[in-house]
């Protein structure tokens, strides 16, 4: 049955070993069961990696997925997916990045791009129109990811071509390294630029002019119509799009959110004003940059001139670069965050996770564990913007104590094992800048997320800052000290974030009046579908339990793996939450039991349920 809109049914499949693609076609049941985005990844992966499949081998697969959205012109649709098995934890990876892949993508013909094998010498994947060549990259390679995109824009002559590429930590198989799209948008987390590298694949340029298909024009046109209104209205609209996320610094600092000393320090509010805004903007001249089709344009643009065309050609950093590379090492000195944060743009590396390694390097180094002759000379002390900006370099190419930082923070503390109360981590992925013990909802995204430690893997800190989801029937906002229904209320929005991570959307407009009632009649005019709210959180659950499944095909113990950092099970003594203790094990067993999982392991009644037969099989051998 043709699809009626939203889908072409087409993923391209591109094999690097052999030089070869072909298309392999999906029908409107697969859509309907996993959506598209992490939920398209999902299905592919489980399908092609077993537990001996080692992530930076060729027979690792990467994904690049769009969902239905990429078939519309809707605020919030310049997104795009890229999922594969973590370097980083071994586990299930994913990354979602703004620009302007997603829509060209779509509009070249294809759903999805599944890359296998190694090529012999560096490439890239050009894609267009229906059409997919593998090219030459080899004058590419060394190249920083900015400096291919216009290379590779240069070589095909258009300057509408979407470029996803690599920089040299991708080439150095950094474990976090990242992916730059279109120089202002990240595949940041989980090493996914590693993968590429040990691919040989250093870009991936999609141009499309296709229509895609859509059920009901009008009807979306109509919907979108009176949903922008709406979000035009919205307070975070007119912040994100004067400041971006930087206008989150000082307040996050105020309620104690933000990172501090690796998280041990309380409170940092002369800091948070220094690389918060209103300086941010006002001394960056900041200007917005939107993905495609979106009214805020939360990234970043740097104008004054005082700052290298290097820095200012890729986006400023955000909220969890200021604060991993900010105020996780005390660092106030805007202009080298700036720069250290420009320079993880170019080598493609995840800066929460150069801000995790460096946190548990510098407190290292004040306790004396390690030395200046460990750190090749560098002095890794707090507040030190030269020790962070060395160290940027250190770790994407590989030098000397960096080699050891670009392997994360397990294989640090499995050289160093007295320094892992200093290792801020889950499955070995660094905590992102939201602490848990300031908005306990968090603890599921900090220690049940599917991809490592995510504050974006079930944004429920939302119901804390008073944006429910009524129609789940999560009508009214939380105390975020409150631990009753924490766990109920983390797996909720877990499920929910997937459902728009395969959409694939940006959920900062859920914070701009776009509820879930919205987000489901812009996906039926889109599809010709009659999917309800309920059904989307079904969906959702799907596909985390799909997700879930795959660790635990990985070799994951949740029992060992779900547990809360050492570090953040310390109550802070001042600031906004002071002498909070997160009951984490309680939050975590209702998270366990209202995803009817016994011990971090799906019941076979539930798996059957979701149409996950296939897991049940695997896990209960029947």
Not at 24 to 29: A, G, L, P, R, S
Not at 149 to 178: F, P, T
Request: aromatic share 10%; proline share 5%; net charge negative.
């Amino acid at each position: 049955m043709p699809f009626k809109g939203g889908y072409w049914g087409k993923i391209l499949w591109a094999d690097l070993t052999v030089g070869k693609t072909k298309v392999e076609e999906f029908d409107e049941n697969f859509a309907r069961k996993y959506l598209g985005g992490v939920g398209l990844g999902a299905r592919i992966v489980a399908d092609h990696v077993t537990k001996h499949t080692w992530p930076l081998s060729p027979s690792n697969v990467l994904v690049i997925a769009t969902g239905p959205y990429q078939a519309s012109t809707i605020g919030g649709a310049g997104k795009l997916v890229m999922c594969s098995r973590s370097p980083l934890t071994g586990y299930w990876g994913e990354s979602c990045a703004g620009g302007h892949g997603g829509p060209e993508l779509k509009r070249a013909g294809f759903d999805a791009i599944a890359v296998v094998g190694r090529a012999k010498r560096p490439v890239y994947l050009w894609v267009h129109d229906g059409e997919a060549e593998i090219r030459d990259a080899s004058k590419l390679w060394g190249m920083d990811a900015c400096e291919v995109v216009d290379a590779i824009r240069e070589e095909l002559g258009d300057e509408k071509v979407s470029v996803a590429a690599i920089g040299q930590a991708g080439e150095n198989l950094v474990r976090y390294a990242c992916i730059v799209n279109d120089k202002h948008g990240f595949f940041g987390r989980c090493g996914l630029g590693a993968v590429m590298g040990s691919k040989n694949l250093k870009a991936v340029a999609i141009r499309g002019t296709l229509e895609p298909p859509i059920a009901d024009p009008d009807r979306l046109k109509e919907l979108w119509s009176e949903i922008l209104k709406k979000v035009m209205e919205a307070p975070f609209t007119k912040a994100n799009r004067e400041h971006g996320q930087a206008m989150a610094v000082v307040p996050r600092e105020e309620n104690g959110l933000l990172p501090m000393k690796n998280w041990a320090q309380d409170r940092w509010p002369e800091g948070a004003k220094k690389i918060g805004t209103p300086r941010f903007t006002e001394y960056l001249q900041n200007k917005p940059w939107p993905c495609s089709f979106c009214v805020m344009g939360c990234h970043r643009r740097i104008t004054n001139p005082k700052f290298s065309e290097k820095v200012r050609d890729t986006s400023g950093p955000e909220y969890e670069t200021l604060a991993m590379l900010g105020s996780q090492l005390l660092i106030d000195d805007l202009d080298a965050v700036v720069e250290a944060a420009a320079m993880c743009n170019r080598y493609g590396l995840d800066t929460i996770e150069v801000g995790g390694v460096l946190g548990w390097a510098f407190e290292a180094y004040e306790k004396g564990i390690l030395t200046k002759e460990d750190t090749d000379g560098v002095e890794l002390k707090w507040g030190s913007g030269d020790a962070l900006i060395k160290m940027v370099e250190k770790i994407a190419m590989r030098d000397g104590f960096g080699n050891i930082l670009a392997d994360g923070l397990r294989a640090c503390v499995d050289r160093w094992p007295e320094t892992k109360p200093f290792a801020v981590e889950a499955y070995g992925q660094a905590v992102a800048a939201h602490d848990p013990r300031a908005f306990f909802s968090e603890t599921i995204t900090t220690i049940a997320s599917t991809r490592g430690s995510c504050h974006i893997h079930g944004f429920s800190e939302a119901i804390e800052l008073g944006v429910p989801l009524p129609e789940l029937g999560l009508t009214e906002g939380m105390d975020r000290f409150e631990w009753r229904r924490k766990g109920y209320v983390g797996a909720i929005y877990q499920d929910i974030q997937q459902f728009w991570n395969s959409l694939v959307w940006c959920f900062f407009y859920f914070f701009s009046n776009v509820n879930l009632t919205d987000q489901v009649n812009l996906l039926n005019a889109i599809t010709g579908w009659d999917v309800t709210p309920r059904e989307a959180r079904k969906i959702g659950e799907r596909i985390v339990c799909l997700q879930h499944c795959f660790n635990l095909m990985m070799g994951m113990d949740p029992v060992k793996e779900q547990v809360l950092p050492e570090r953040l099970m310390v109550p802070h003594k001042e600031g906004g939450a002071a002498g909070k203790v997160i009951p984490w094990q309680v939050i975590l067993k209702e998270y366990w039991e209202t995803k009817d999982w016994i011990n971090g392991v799906p019941t076979r009644a539930k798996l059957l349920e979701l149409g996950l037969d296939d897991m049940a099989k695997k896990i209960y051998g029947y």
